[in-house]
C-alpha cells in the first residue's frame, strides 16, 4: 500500500464548476502538505501549502487539512480551461525531507 | 529569473551509454532533489543534498551518481543507461525557514529521458 493515495480520475466538469481533489495518507508523521499542478510536458508547480489541520483559501484555490482522518484536500472554484492538468498532492514529513507524492489526479475542465 | 534550470530538456541516447543532467537554481535554497516521473506520472524521490552533501538517497541503481559542486548545482550523471531508465527527470529545491517550517520546494521543469 502506498503512503499517500489519490484518485486517477480523470475529473471531467463543465466550466465554472466547483472542482474536489483528495488524498489519503498513512503515516501521522506527515506534517507539511502541498499541492501541485502540472500541465503536460511542465515541471510540477506549488499552488498551495499548508502545515496545520483546518482551511487554507488563496484566491480560487481552498486547501483543506484533516490530520485526525490523514485526509486533504483542494477546491478549486470557478474553474476553467485553464485549470485543465494533473494535481498532485505532495507530503513532507519534516524540513528539507523529501516530498512524498500521490499519484496525481488529471482534471478536465470543459468549456 | 528566480527558478531551477536543467539542462538538456529532451536526452534520446541508446542503451550503454553514459549521459549527465545537469541543475542549477539562483533561489538561494539549501537543499536540492533529484525525482524521476514514470510513464504513470508517478513522481519518486531519488537523491537530495543540502549544501553539497547528500542527505537522501533512495534505492537507485549504483549506476546513478549524483554530485553537488556547490549549493547551487546538483547534477546527475547516469552510466550504463538502460531502456528502463527512460522517464523525466526533476530537479527541485527548498529551504527550510527560521522557525522550522519550509517554503520552496520549487521545480525545474523536467529533462525528458529516452533510452532506445
Known amino acids: 500500500q502506498k503512503e499517500v493515495e489519490q484518485d486517477p480520475g480523470p475529473l471531467s466538469v463543465p466550466e465554472g464548476a466547483i472542482v474536489s481533489l483528495n488524498c489519503t495518507y498513512s503515516?501521522?508523521?506527515?506534517?507539511?502538505f502541498m499541492w501541485y499542478r502540472q500541465y503536460s510536458r511542465k515541471g510540477p508547480e506549488l499552488l498551495m501549502y499548508?502545515?496545520?489541520?483546518g482551511n487554507k483559501e488563496d484566491g480560487r484555490f481552498t486547501a483543506q487539512v484533516d490530520k485526525s482522518s490523514k485526509y486533504i484536500s483542494l477546491f478549486i472554484r470557478d474553474s476553467q480551461p485553464s485549470d485543465s492538468a494533473t494535481y498532485l498532492c505532495?507530503?513532507?514529513?519534516?524540513?528539507?525531507?523529501?516530498?512524498?507524492f500521490g499519484g496525481g489526479t488529471r482534471v478536465l475542465v470543459k468549456p | 529569473d528566480t527558478a531551477v534550470s536543467q539542462t538538456p530538456k529532451y536526452l534520446v541516447t541508446q542503451m550503454g551509454n553514459d549521459k549527465s543532467i545537469k541543475c542549477e537554481q539562483n533561489?538561494?535554497?539549501?537543499?536540492m532533489y533529484w525525482y524521476k516521473q514514470d510513464s504513470k506520472k508517478f513522481l519518486k524521490i531519488m537523491f537530495s543534498?543540502?549544501?553539497?552533501?547528500?542527505?537522501i538517497n533512495e534505492t537507485v541503481p549504483n549506476r546513478f551518481s549524483p554530485k553537488s559542486p556547490d549549493k547551487a548545482h546538483l547534477n546527475l550523471h547516469i552510466n550504463s543507461l538502460e531502456l528502463g531508465d527512460s522517464a523525466v527527470y526533476f530537479c527541485?529545491?527548498?529551504?527550510?525557514?527560521?522557525?522550522?517550517?519550509?517554503?520552496?520546494?520549487?521545480f525545474g521543469s523536467g529533462t525528458r529521458l529516452t533510452v532506445v
Open positions: 527541485a529545491s527548498s529551504q527550510e525557514s527560521h522557525n522550522g517550517g519550509i517554503y520552496g520546494y520549487t
Open positions: 503515516n501521522s508523521a506527515f506534517q507539511y
Open positions: 499548508t502545515y496545520s489541520s
Open positions: 505532495a507530503l513532507v514529513k519534516a524540513a528539507g525531507n523529501k516530498l512524498t
Open positions: 533561489l538561494g535554497h539549501d537543499t
Open positions: 543534498y543540502n549544501n553539497k552533501e547528500l542527505i
